[in-house]
């Protein structure tokens, strides 16, 4: 079984490999962080609200992931969950694009480049090898503040950020040369701090910036009680991807080893991850190969009472079994990004290639998953990274169509009733700011609410 080689050749790998990762050539091209003179329109006085915050319930993020500078976008999400373009906000660190045949839109080939986490968001530099956070004023969420400065990201290509619920602790997954996960504890006034015993290769033969989109890392996850950290691993078609799972010791710090749940018969690209409420054993993954995946994790290593310490990659790979399913999506091209809706209790996943929102509901006991129902956007818009807000009771969905430099915004309330409300176009706010922009790069997209 070619997949078994895999596994083999991780163990082979230097585990310790991502050293050359550290230092990091921190500011490289000259920026200066924050709210210093990197062009930070923040400053420049393109905030489209005025200083006023009355209607302002949150803030949207997504980055533009510019080799000559990534920057954070930044819009005010109203009352009615409408958004507003507010500012763009250096990320003090350069952007990178993966490597694929069409060098097209998502160019990191992931979710989660930016993550939101209470009154903190994260975000990466691919082309920097670093990570940064910053605080989020809630009075003022688009108004972010960089802590401390942008830290190694611990590999090569960082594309995705996790924060466990728990402890508060972030970890990154790196996807180029030098792969797999590092984590930090985020402290208020310095930033991101190393944590001890975090950096775990992946042991991918893959190259910086990433070859993809097959064979890539795609998303990085904490269960909800925190005790695992999860990526999403795409195969090499005909062999399917998987998900690594390390444990996640009381201190922080991780398994030496990862156990490898290959995807349930029929998958092969995992992408996007989400939690399932209510069910603390199972993950709801896209996959670029044909819709979905459910893994259900109630057996595997980690979580088997037989099991408690993982000891080898190799010896506890397995297939995800028990209730574990793999979904076509009909019509998909690439269902990549996911995103729940705590108000109507499903998901909602997008496909770059048809610009397709579906959403998608799964019992949360049997695990078993129907399409409640698909939305069009707009043709060749590519709908990428997606996230969702409640907002005064109402759910509203963020959806990055990269390729039409577009935030598309959907309320979301009820199972079935999703209605497209808005299209932000903020190329022309890009241009005000002096923020360069390209479709192609555009990546993330993560939400803050009061
Ligand atoms: C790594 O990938 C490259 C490019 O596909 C290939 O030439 C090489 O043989 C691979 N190395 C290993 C150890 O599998
Ligand atoms: C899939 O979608 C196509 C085009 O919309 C439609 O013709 C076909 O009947 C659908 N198939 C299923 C199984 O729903
Ligand atoms: C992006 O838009 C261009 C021009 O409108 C189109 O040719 C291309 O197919 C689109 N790409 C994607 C990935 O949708
Ligand atoms: C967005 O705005 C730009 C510049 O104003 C324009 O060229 C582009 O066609 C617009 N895109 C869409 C999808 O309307």
């Given at each position: 079984?070619?997949?078994?080689?895999?596994?083999?050749?991780?163990?082979?790998?230097?585990?310790?490999?991502?050293?050359?990762?550290?230092?990091?050539?921190?500011?490289?091209?000259?920026?200066?962080?924050?709210?210093?003179?990197?062009?930070?329109?923040?400053?420049?006085?393109?905030?489209?609200?005025?200083?006023?915050n009355?209607?302002v319930a949150g803030a949207?993020?997504?980055?533009?992931?510019?080799?000559?500078?990534?920057?954070?976008?930044?819009?005010n999400i109203?009352r009615?969950?409408?958004?507003?373009?507010?500012?763009?906000?250096?990320?003090?660190?350069?952007?990178?694009?993966?490597?694929?045949?069409?060098?097209?839109?998502?160019?990191?080939?992931?979710?989660?480049?930016?993550?939101?986490?209470?009154e903190?968001?994260?975000?990466?530099?691919?082309?920097?090898?670093?990570?940064?956070?910053?605080?989020i004023d809630p009075r003022n969420p688009?108004?972010?503040?960089?802590?401390?400065?942008?830290?190694?990201?611990?590999?090569?290509?960082?594309?995705?950020?996790?924060?466990?619920?728990?402890?508060?602790?972030?970890?990154?997954?790196?996807?180029?040369?030098?792969?797999?996960?590092?984590?930090?504890?985020?402290?208020?006034?310095?930033?991101?701090?190393?944590?001890?015993?975090?950096?775990?290769?992946?042991?991918?033969?893959?190259?910086?910036?990433?070859?993809?989109?097959?064979?890539?890392?795609?998303?990085?996850?904490?269960?909800?009680?925190?005790?695992?950290?999860?990526?999403?691993?795409?195969?090499?078609?005909?062999?399917?991807?998987?998900?690594?799972?390390?444990?996640?010791?009381?201190?922080?710090?991780?398994?030496?080893?990862?156990?490898?749940?290959?995807?349930?018969?029929?998958?092969?690209?995992?992408?996007?991850?989400?939690?399932?409420?209510?069910?603390?054993?199972?993950?709801?993954?896209?996959?670029?190969?044909?819709?979905?995946?459910?893994?259900?994790?109630?057996?595997?290593?980690?979580?088997?009472?037989?099991?408690?310490?993982?000891?080898?990659?190799?010896?506890?790979?397995?297939?995800?079994?028990?209730?574990?399913?793999?979904?076509?999506?009909?019509?998909?091209?690439?269902?990549?990004?996911?995103?729940?809706?705590?108000?109507?209790?499903?998901?909602?996943?997008?496909?770059?290639?048809?610009?397709?929102?579906?959403?998608?509901?799964?019992?949360?006991?049997?695990?078993?998953?129907?399409?409640?129902?698909?939305?069009?956007?707009?043709?060749?818009?590519?709908?990428?990274?997606?996230?969702?807000a409640t907002i005064n009771?109402?759910?509203?969905?963020?959806?990055?169509?990269?390729?039409?430099?577009?935030?598309?915004?959907?309320?979301?309330?009820?199972?079935?009733?999703?209605?497209?409300?808005?299209?932000?176009?903020?190329?022309?706010?890009?241009?005000?700011?002096?923020?360069?922009?390209?479709?192609?790069?555009?990546?993330?997209?993560?939400v803050f609410v009061n």
């Amino acid at each position: 079984m070619k997949f078994a080689t895999t596994v083999v050749f991780l163990l082979g790998t230097t585990l310790v490999s991502a050293a050359p990762g550290f230092p990091v050539s921190r500011g490289r091209g000259g920026f200066t962080r924050g709210r210093g003179g990197f062009s930070n329109p923040s400053e420049g006085g393109f905030s489209q609200n005025g200083g006023s915050n009355g209607g302002v319930a949150g803030a949207a993020f997504f980055m533009t992931n510019e080799p000559s500078g990534n920057f954070v976008v930044a819009s005010n999400i109203g009352r009615d969950g409408r958004l507003t373009f507010a500012r763009a906000v250096s990320a003090a660190g350069r952007g990178l694009h993966g490597l694929s045949a069409d060098n097209g839109p998502d160019g990191l080939f992931s979710q989660d480049s930016v993550k939101v986490a209470g009154e903190s968001l994260f975000v990466v530099n691919p082309g920097s090898n670093t990570a940064v956070m910053f605080s989020i004023d809630p009075r003022n969420p688009s108004d972010i503040q960089m802590v401390g400065n942008p830290v190694s990201s611990g590999g090569e290509f960082p594309v995705s950020i996790a924060v466990n619920s728990k402890s508060k602790d972030v970890c990154v997954l790196n996807g180029g040369q030098v792969n797999g996960v590092a984590c930090f504890t985020p402290d208020p006034k310095l930033g991101l701090i190393e944590l001890p015993n975090t950096v775990r290769s992946l042991g991918l033969n893959q190259t910086t910036p990433a070859t993809g989109p097959a064979g890539t890392v795609s998303d990085l996850l904490f269960n909800a009680a925190g005790t695992q950290l999860i990526a999403s691993v795409k195969g090499i078609p005909p062999n399917a991807g998987f998900l690594a799972i390390w444990t996640v010791a009381a201190d922080g710090s991780l398994s030496p080893q990862f156990e490898a749940v290959t995807a349930p018969t029929g998958g092969l690209l995992p992408f996007g991850m989400s939690l399932i409420p209510g069910n603390n054993n199972a993950i709801f993954a896209t996959d670029a190969g044909l819709g979905f995946d459910v893994f259900d994790l109630s057996n595997s290593g980690a979580n088997s009472s037989a099991t408690t310490e993982i000891t080898s990659a190799a010896g506890s790979n397995t297939i995800a079994a028990g209730a574990s399913s793999s979904n076509a999506v009909n019509g998909s091209v690439a269902v990549c990004w996911s995103a729940f809706s705590p108000k109507t209790g499903n998901f909602f996943v997008t496909d770059i290639g048809t610009s397709l929102v579906t959403e998608v509901h799964v019992d949360k006991k049997t695990l078993k998953a129907n399409i409640v129902k698909q939305y069009p956007q707009t043709p060749g818009s590519a709908t990428i990274d997606d996230a969702t807000a409640t907002i005064n009771g109402n759910d509203f969905l963020y959806v990055l169509a990269a390729n039409a430099t577009t935030v598309d915004v959907l309320s979301l309330p009820a199972p079935g009733k999703a209605k497209t409300i808005q299209s932000l176009n903020f190329s022309q706010n890009m241009r005000n700011a002096k923020v360069t922009i390209n479709p192609n790069n555009l990546q993330g997209m993560a939400v803050f609410v009061n």
